[in-house]
């Protein structure tokens, strides 16, 4: 997995501008108790994200943003709606799964990053197959496979701790879906062969992003068919 931040198309890019709009105006304004983050931190996030990076670069501006709740109570105060309606765009409702050796850890991260159980396990089970020390022949470690920069940026410090693991590639896809406006074939896409491959399609939503799936790597052509397995399997 690579990070490489950019602007999204369509609604996301709307959202964006809007956000970047409203934090500019923040600096003459006064903290507010519910945001739970800076102003000056929020504006920090909008500039590394519009912000273009190459694969496998730098991704050590992620350990300053806020964390998942943060961001969320920041968002529905520049947007005007509420956080439960921000986090309804990226999650579904969190259903009982087929259960699994680590499912605190995975409804913990369901819960605080706003992403549904039964795809966090499929993407575990089809990255890792459960096994918290597989290393694959990129340098990707542990449960969902996370390339040592990108961990860094996530603040794991121990990629086959699987509590730590867990955490940051749940809240790495959480980016995705946000990024893609809730997208999850393009989120699936971005979190297997990085958002700056799925963003050069020029694409806005998963149908079109079917329609032009033969222009990424095989492996991630064949990622989302099994990630799409796999959640069946743990949906009940």
């Known amino acids: 997995m690579e990070i490489n931040p950019a602007v999204t198309n369509g609604l996301g890019q709307l959202k964006w501008v809007s956000l970047k709009s409203a934090t500019d105006k923040s600096s003459s304004a006064n903290e507010t108790e519910r945001s739970g983050a800076s102003a000056s931190q929020f504006a920090a996030m909008l500039q590394a994200l519009s912000s273009n990076s190459s694969n496998n670069g730098d991704t050590s501006f992620l350990t300053s943003l806020p964390d998942a709740s943060s961001v969320s109570s920041l968002l529905w105060q520049q947007i005007g709606g509420t956080a439960e309606s921000i986090d309804s765009v990226i999650s579904g409702e969190i259903t009982d799964t087929k259960p ?105 939503n998963d149908q079109e992003l079917l329609e032009k799936l033969t222009l990424l790597p095989k492996e991630t052509q064949s990622y989302i068919t099994k990630i799409e397995r796999a959640r069946a399997e743990y949906a009940v």
Do not use: C, H, W
């Open 100 to 204: 699994t050796s680590y499912d605190d850890l995975i409804q913990t991260a369901s819960a605080k990053y706003g992403v549904p159980v039964d795809l966090i396990k499929a993407v575990i089970d089809t990255e890792s197959s459960f096994n918290p020390n597989i290393v694959s022949s990129a340098g990707a470690k542990g449960l969902m496979q996370l390339m040592d920069g990108t961990a860094r940026g996530l603040g794991v410090s121990d990629s086959f701790d699987p509590a730590q693991n867990i955490d940051g590639g749940v809240r790495y896809l959480s980016y995705q879906l946000k990024r893609f406006d809730g997208q999850e074939k393009m989120a699936l896409a971005a979190y297997n062969a990085g958002p700056g491959r799925v963003i050069n399609l020029g694409v806005s």
